[in-house]
């Protein structure tokens, strides 16, 4: 007998938010209309590209979109035969197993676990990769699709992008492949210039408010509209903002950021003491920072501001050192200084964000 294939809930879902539904289970996409009528002419007019490119920041809808698509797919094909917002009933035996994880058509790729070490692995390795040929070799059941989705591909190491390169180079036919991105331009040219493209941009403060009325009812407005201007424009940090101290740790991200030139070293000393006694505190306030400094980065970007190479290489090396104390378990305090230093040295060489 064949080894039962795994079902995607046994692996660890890093971009689930406790609390609340996953991606896979969630139908209502919110605020990104135009890029879904793209998908959807793209695929009710028989014409889908074999690879998705799905670009924008953390917690904005890239899973959600990859989810809708692969359930229309796998529900219709590449035809008319569904709604023309790619919407699939809740109970299509499809829909169903897609938000079960168990569909035999849909392959997740993610960080897995390190059978050494027992942690999440800091990237999505090589062997990871290769699960495609395998998957995508298989018959697909009363002529159906493929779908894998890779969440995210900025997580694949160098080995593992070589190897979907040449996947890419040689695509299945009646098969779909959706890369999510939060930072496409460290994808490979070559990867990116063999897919279609689909950019989400951050919400309306607004549109977040409303999301959070729905999904957190018991925030009050005022917080309601404290929290979506924090989580600029993603509705995913809005609710992780919304629990626990998520809005004293944005807070405090920000302050980091304001005070560049002149940091309060013991502050955040004491800041890095109380994020190693709160739990998820380092990993959190690492996701605010970046969250934080994109934003900065995208809005000095559209003003045409120079020297935004030094900010995004301090971006890179703050990502890399919260990755590093997650892995290694390091001192948070040590972390939080580096941090400091990083976003100290780019404002000395590139002004302010």
């Known amino acids: 007998m064949a080894p ?36 959807a002419l793209a695929i009710r007019s028989g014409r889908p590209p074999q690879a998705w490119l799905i670009a924008g920041p953390p917690g904005i809808g890239k899973a959600t979109l990859a989810y809708r698509i692969a359930r229309y797919l796998l529900a219709y094909g590449a035809s008319d035969k569904g709604a023309a917002d790619l919407s699939v009933p809740s109970n299509e035996a499809a829909s169903m197993q897609v938000a079960a994880g168990s569909h035999p058509g849909l392959l997740a790729l993610r960080r897995s676990i390190n059978q050494k070490t027992g942690k999440l692995m800091t990237v999505i390795s090589v062997d990871e990769v290769r699960r495609l040929g395998g998957f995508f070799g298989m018959t697909s059941g009363a002529g ?140 959190s306030f690492g996701t605010f920072l970046q969250q934080s400094l994109t934003g900065r980065i995208r809005t000095r970007a559209h003003d045409a501001a120079p020297h935004l190479d030094r900010w995004l290489d301090c971006l890179a090396n703050i990502e890399a050192s919260f990755q590093r104390t997650d892995a290694l378990h390091l001192d948070p305090r040590t972390t939080v200084l580096s941090a400091a230093h990083s976003v100290a040295g780019a404002a000395r060489r590139a002004g302010p964000l």
């Open 4 to 39: 039962r294939r795994p079902r995607e809930t046994e692996t660890p879902e890093p971009d689930r938010i406790p609390g609340y539904a996953h991606p896979r289970e969630t139908p209502r996409l919110v605020g990104h209309e135009a890029v879904l009528a793209r998908a």
């Open 144 to 283: 159906g699709w493929r779908i894998a989705i890779v969440d995210t591909a900025d997580d694949m190491n160098e080995n593992a992008a070589n190897a979907l390169l040449k996947l890419l180079e040689e695509p299945p036919s009646r098969a779909g492949l959706m890369l999510l991105a939060n930072a496409p331009g460290r994808l490979l040219p070559t990867i990116r210039s063999r897919c279609q493209r689909l950019d989400l941009r951050p919400l309306d403060d607004a549109l977040v408010a409303a999301e959070l009325a729905r999904l957190v009812p018991q925030l009050s407005p005022a917080k309601r509209a404290a929290v979506a201007r924090l989580a600029g424009g993603s509705i995913g940090l809005a609710l992780q903002l919304a629990g626990g101290e998520g809005v004293m740790l944005a807070e405090e991200a920000d302050k980091l950021i304001i005070a560049a030139a002149v940091p309060d070293v013991p502050a955040l000393i004491g800041l890095g003491d109380r994020l190693a006694r709160t739990t998820d505190g380092i990993d």
